[in-house]
């Protein structure tokens, strides 16, 4: 485990030592778990524990580093993601920006980077990402889109998809989101939707979180990247 949280203590080790030039402006450390909503199926699941640091180098450039762990019912594995990313504020409140990272699961190493995008104008915030997963000898490629409509300055709702390609194959996930602030700083999340994995049958899952967040907005810009990510449980 020491191994895996080496490359977020250097990435914050190295921000940390240059406090003229950057400066924490979004964090966040949240729960979230995930089920198949088939009765028969329920123990394919996934329980994530995971926190995100954002710091901003200058007024225009970000960075922001990724850690989270994740235990699956069935399967009865853990596995551990990591991911930095960059970015860039090109106006009108939207960031574009790039990020790499590496996902350790049950003993296999899968590396994962790509584009990204995100804003938030008129009470609409949303992101979108191109991801390049390899490991293995194996590759893959993933695009991911979601977005969220304020309803009130409490309640959010919005919906993400996400398609993944690779050996021949093609996964599929679709979901609809809410959002809802129990106090400042606190967050209850929610999730219903459809994960098609590798040609099969199409199953229904759910998912619940809870997110404390800290500094000037409701987190930090990016959601995570990586395979574990993608899957609803194992």
């Known amino acids: 485990m020491m191994s895996k949280l080496l490359p977020l203590a250097l ?9 003229a030039l950057a400066e924490v402006t979004n964090a ?12 028969g199926a329920r123990d394919v ?11 901003a180098i200058t007024p225009q450039f970000t960075v922001q580093g990724d850690l989270a762990q994740r235990y699956y019912g ?13 970015a860039y ?14 996902d350790w699961l049950d003993g296999q190493n899968i590396q994962h980077f790509g584009l990204e995008a995100a804003g938030e104008m008129n009470g609409v915030s949303w992101q ?5 997963l390899n490991g293995n000898g194996q590759n893959a490629n993933a695009l991911q889109g979601e977005g969220a409509l304020a309803m009130t300055e409490a309640l959010d709702l919005g919906g993400k998809v996400a398609a993944m390609h690779g050996q021949g194959q093609m996964s599929y996930r679709a979901a609809a989101t809410a959002g809802y602030q129990l106090t ?3 967050r209850a999340t929610g999730e219903l939707g459809l994960y098609d994995g590798d040609g099969m049958d199409a199953e229904s899952f759910v998912g619940v979180g809870l997110k404390a967040t800290f500094g000037q907005g409701k987190g930090v810009t990016f959601s995570g990247r990586g395979i574990q990510d993608f899957v609803p449980g194992l």
Do not use: Q, R
């Open 74 to 86: 069935l399967s009865n594995w853990n596995g551990t993601t990591f991911t930095a990313h960059g």
């Open 28 to 39: 966040e450390i949240g729960f979230n778990y995930s089920m198949l909503a088939d009765g």
């Open 89 to 102: 504020d090109i106006g009108n409140g939207t960031k574009i920006g790039a990020f790499g990272g590496h």
């Open 184 to 186: 400042p700083g606190l």
């Open 128 to 132: 979108t990402a191109y991801t390049h």
């Open 11 to 19: 990435t914050l080790a190295a921000l940390t030592v240059t406090p």
């Open 45 to 55: 699941n996934k329980a994530t524990l995971g926190g995100a640091l954002e710091y």
